[in-house]
């Protein structure tokens, strides 16, 4: 869940119907925005194997930021993302990050900023693939933009 929103819940995301349907009630109270929490508007995404069908595995999350708050400019960025450990290396995190950016540029973004930890390589190539150009690393954290297509 790390990069998707998981830090909302109090407690680890179990791969059940009942948690997930918990993290969906979370992110809906959430995904609206509170600038006095320190919250933004953002969208959440399931990240799919297939086309999205009904009898489609997910096998993650993607979240949209709109707009970039101090904390978010910093460390967080405009999408975080997560994909399940058996289903990591074969393209789904790159898939998502783009159709994310496509997004975020039909919202009026223009660049978007993706941030990984530093030692995370696997998800630096991802944001690498993504069109993610590196500017620098603060608070232990690799900052990307990616200019939206027009």
Known sequence: MHGAGGWNLDHPLEPTEASCKEFI??????SSGDPAAGRVASTYFWITAGDGGPDDEVIGFLNLR???????????????????????????ATRALVLGVRRAGELGIDRVLVTCDTDNV?????IEAGGGVFEDVRKDKRRYWITVAA
């Open 25 to 30: 009630d979370v992110l809906a109270q959430k």
């Open 66 to 92: 709109h707009e970039l708050n101090d904390w978010l400019r910093e460390e967080g960025g405009h999408i975080g993302y997560s994909i399940r450990p058996a289903r990591r290396r074969q393209g789904h």
């Open 122 to 126: 696997a998800s630096a190539r991802t």
